[in-house]
């Protein structure tokens, strides 16, 4: 994928940093997945791994990506986007200005890896 200098893909998780919150998250997934509130989690890390079809996608890939928690999200951009985006969603920055590429409806509605990353690849 060709991408413009200075451009970063920034994935936002629907949960927030930590290993107690990890935990937490680790047994919402076993116990209630259908509740889950965050498919971008589900879609790219299974219930202990990261998933290999993306695994592969991102190390392969020469866009820049940044995995964020929420908390650390809002940390780190909040003051750079103006009205906070829901979660989970997926950013583009290009040169120090963010807008959305997937948001939280279109990241729910994905059903795999395969799909993320075709949408990805359509809108990068």
């Given at each position: 994928?060709?991408?413009?200098?200075?451009?970063?893909?920034?994935?936002?998780?629907?949960?927030?940093?930590?290993?107690?919150?990890?935990?937490?998250?680790?047994?919402?997934?076993?116990?209630?997945?259908?509740?889950?509130?965050?498919?971008?989690?589900?879609?790219?890390?299974?219930?202990?791994?990261?998933?290999?079809?993306?695994?592969?996608?991102?190390?392969?890939?020469?866009?820049?990506?940044?995995?964020?928690?929420t908390d650390?999200?809002?940390?780190?951009?909040?003051?750079?986007?103006?009205?906070?985006?829901?979660?989970?969603?997926?950013?583009?920055?290009?040169?120090?200005?963010?807008?959305?590429?997937?948001?939280?409806?279109?990241?729910?509605?994905?059903?795999?890896?395969?799909?993320?990353?075709?949408?990805?690849?359509?809108?990068?």
């Open positions: 994928m060709e991408t413009e200098k200075g451009q970063k893909l920034i994935f936002v998780y629907n949960a927030d940093s930590g290993i107690r919150n990890m935990i937490i998250d680790g047994a919402h997934k076993i116990f209630s997945p259908s509740t889950y509130e965050c498919n971008l989690c589900g879609i790219t890390y299974g219930m202990f791994t990261e998933n290999t079809v993306w695994k592969k996608f991102r190390k392969e890939n020469a866009m820049k990506m940044q995995f964020l928690h650390e999200f809002q940390g780190q951009y909040v003051s750079k986007i103006g009205n906070c985006p829901t979660f989970p969603v997926i950013l583009m920055e290009t040169e120090g200005n963010l807008e959305i590429l997937i948001n939280t409806a279109e990241l729910d509605g994905l059903q795999c890896a395969e799909n993320l990353i075709d949408l990805i690849n359509a809108r990068t």
